[in-house]
């Protein structure tokens, strides 16, 4: 199951709100997860079962969609939220786990 | 607290074998619904999948490299290895140990709550 990621980079002002889409090559339900990667650091996990957000992440990162659509939101953008994030399919059984090639979110 | 540490290697040759060892603490792949998997970033692009031991010693692998692939674990010492034969250039990337999320309903939810710093292996002879 391909996963393609939207747009590549994304530039944004702090503050500001970013959208950022997902789409999985066929149905997934909800079963997709969001990360967040810095420079030079492992990916963080932000988002799981589309819209559940992960430990200790802020409430200004949402998800959402199903089927084959998803989108990650971020509002009040924060200087620390500028990295890549990568979306990731799951569910099916065996396990074929693939990622999206990531959308960069860069400052404006 | 869960910590994974991977170690091996940082340099092979083409069609060498690549051994990687994940080191872990924080939880037993003995309990039920825990998993360690290892996941790849070659410079600058995407993850890439390998992949999966679970706590019941059922093993789970890319469809695209699973012939070269093979995981397995030391229960006693807390560790998983990833061997992958017949290393290429294209192989070089960044590895990654990562573990299993608690988080999902069932056995196919499969996502990652930790993840090691990662291990860089360049193939080049």
């Known amino acids: 199951r391909a996963m393609t990621q939207s747009p590549g980079t994304l530039s944004g002002s702090p503050g500001e709100t970013v959208t950022l889409s997902c789409t999985a090559s066929?149905?997934?339900?909800?079963?997709l997860a969001w990360y967040q990667q810095k420079p030079g650091q492992p990916p963080r996990l932000l988002i799981y079962d589309a819209s559940s957000r992960a430990t200790g992440v802020p409430a200004r990162f949402s998800g959402s969609g199903f089927g084959a659509e998803f989108t990650l939101t971020i509002s009040n953008l924060q200087s620390e939220d500028f990295a890549v994030y990568y979306c990731q399919q799951y569910g099916n059984w065996p396990p074929t786990l693939s990622f999206g090639g990531g959308t960069k979110v860069e400052i404006k | 607290q869960i910590t994974l540490k991977e170690s091996g290697p940082t340099l092979v040759k083409p069609r060498q074998t690549l051994t990687l060892t994940c080191t872990f603490s924080g939880f037993s792949l003995t309990t039920s619904g825990e998993g360690v998997a290892w996941i790849r970033q070659p410079p600058g692009k995407a993850l890439e999948w390998l992949a999966l031991y679970y706590w019941s010693d059922d093993k789970r692998y890319s469809p695209s490299l699973k012939n070269r692939l093979s995981i397995t674990k030391d229960t006693s010492k807390s560790r998983v290895v990833l061997t992958m034969a017949n290393m290429d250039p294209v192989d070089t990337a960044t590895y990654y140990c990562?573990?299993?999320?608690?988080?999902?309903?069932?056995?196919?939810?499969?996502?990652?709550?930790?993840w090691g710093q990662g291990i860089p292996v360049t193939v080049s002879s």
């Open positions: 066929q149905s997934i339900s909800s079963n």
């Open positions: 990562v573990h299993r999320s608690q988080e999902g309903y069932s056995g196919y939810d499969i996502f990652f709550d930790y």
